[in-house]
């Protein structure tokens, strides 16, 4: 009977250590996972033309597939110059890319009963009581003169871009200009070890809003008051937070704000196309050093900070197709990842955001492969991502460009990874 228990044991064991690694991604055959291998070949062809052509200096890209990584190449250089051949664990700027990580983050809060998401974010962040709204702005001083808006902004408007808040740098001229003036940064590549996001964010709440909060959809810093959002809920650095709650769970070991030195040297250079020859920019949108994620900082930007590999940010993508648990680890429950997934904007507002930029939803199919409901974003140095959930697929492509002519690429990777389905 002692033996039974013994062997029964080992088999429950067995089991259960099976059914983590199915939530977990894994390598997999393209064959057994409904891809066409010669198909998939057409993406060689392609990006080796980009390359050939220094259109890009290289990229690496990643398929994963019923949780199994089903294809991941890399092509071309992570420097030029030196002719090093690029890898598939090369880091690269993700830039954007941070917003969605950023939502997980407050949503994991938010399940822990720490805040509702039609609250004032003023609740929380007191400079952001009252705000008001430009009417007027004059540019040979940058003055401006405001009215009170018709109401506060909400946590939820702060997920979805309707707040009202505009970008540094790389917004319109009026909010450029004002944002430059208070010394509000884009969160991009922040190196001054004075800076720190409490500080910009307060300043950022008593500066005006382009608009009502709630009547437009307005790509802006707003998921950098959540980052500080979350210091202030979790009593944690927002980098701490992500390494304790978000990195070590999902096994995403290669994403950072700031590099450690030893990974330093797996950072690809950053390059531009302006004229169909790549060449490195020596500073990029607010007169930022493209080493950025190589220097030291203290800023841990919630919209724009961070760098990472194709398989950590295939793994962070897995957690969403997973309905929220990954490697036998639950971060959210499936209802939240619903949530966030849904859609959140209405008439007039036509954009389709879920609760997190990076979430933004496909109801409407007709222009693209994707299935309704597979959610994208990508990042400014030109990284994309998208994740299917009904064809249970995640598809990456990364470079880093700056001023990239040849955007285009991300679109025919999109169309080059659906026409390799053959299930």
Excluded at 128 to 156: H, M, W
Excluded at 159 to 167: D, K, M, Q, R, V
Excluded at 270 to 298: Q, R
Aim: aromatic content about 12%; charged content about 20%; glycine content about 8%.
């Amino acid at each position: 009977m002692k033996k039974f228990n013994i062997l029964l044991s080992i088999c429950l064991l067995t089991v259960v250590s099976f059914a983590q690694a199915q939530k977990s991604i894994g390598l997999g055959k393209p064959e057994e996972n409904g891809f066409s291998v010669e198909r998939l070949r057409r993406i060689d062809q392609t990006v080796n033309e980009y390359v050939a052509k220094s259109y890009i200096p290289g990229a690496v890209a990643l398929i994963v597939r019923n949780g199994k990584i089903v294809y991941e190449k890399s092509f071309g250089y992570s420097d030029v110059e030196t002719k090093t051949t690029l890898k598939n664990d090369n880091i690269f700027r993700i830039a954007s890319q941070s917003k969605a990580i950023t939502a997980l983050a407050v949503m994991m809060l938010w399940e822990e009963g720490k805040f509702l998401l039609d609250e004032p974010i003023s609740k929380y962040i007191a400079e952001f009581k009252n705000p008001k709204v430009l009417v007027t702005f004059d540019e040979k001083d940058s003055s401006y003169t405001t009215q009170p808006a018709k109401g506060e902004i909400t946590i939820r408007q702060l997920l979805t871009h309707s707040s009202g808040l505009s970008y540094a740098a790389i917004g319109s001229k009026e909010f450029n200009a004002i944002y430059a003036k208070a010394g509000v940064p884009s969160g991009i590549g922040i190196s001054n070890l004075s800076d720190v996001l409490r500080d910009k964010i307060k300043i950022l709440g008593q500066l005006p809003l382009k608009h009502n909060p709630g009547e437009q959809w307005t790509y802006g810093l707003n998921s950098d008051v959540l980052g500080y959002l979350v210091e202030i809920l979790s009593g944690m650095s927002f980098d701490e937070f992500l390494h304790q709650r978000i990195f070590k769970p999902l096994d995403m070991n290669d994403t950072y704000f700031y590099l450690p030195k030893e990974k330093q040297s797996r950072l690809v250079r950053l390059y531009e196309n302006k004229t169909d020859k790549l060449s490195k920019p020596t500073i990029v949108y607010d007169k930022v050093s493209p080493d950025y994620p190589n220097l030291p900082g203290k800023y841990f930007s919630g919209g724009a900070g961070l760098s990472s590999t194709v398989e950590d940010y295939a793994k962070f993508l897995q957690l969403f197709l997973n309905k929220g648990e990954y490697n036998g680890v639950r971060l959210l429950g499936r209802k939240t990842i619903e949530l966030m997934l849904t859609s959140q904007l209405h008439s007039p507002i036509t954009n389709q955001v879920g609760l997190g930029f990076g979430l933004e939803t496909v109801e409407n199919d007709f222009q693209s492969p994707y299935t309704i409901g597979s959610f994208s974003w990508g990042g400014a140095f030109s990284t994309t991502y998208w994740a299917d959930p009904k064809e249970k697929l995640i598809g990456i492509i990364f470079t880093n460009i700056y001023n990239n002519q040849h955007g285009e690429l991300a679109e025919k990777y999109k169309a080059l990874v659906y026409q390799g389905i053959k299930d």
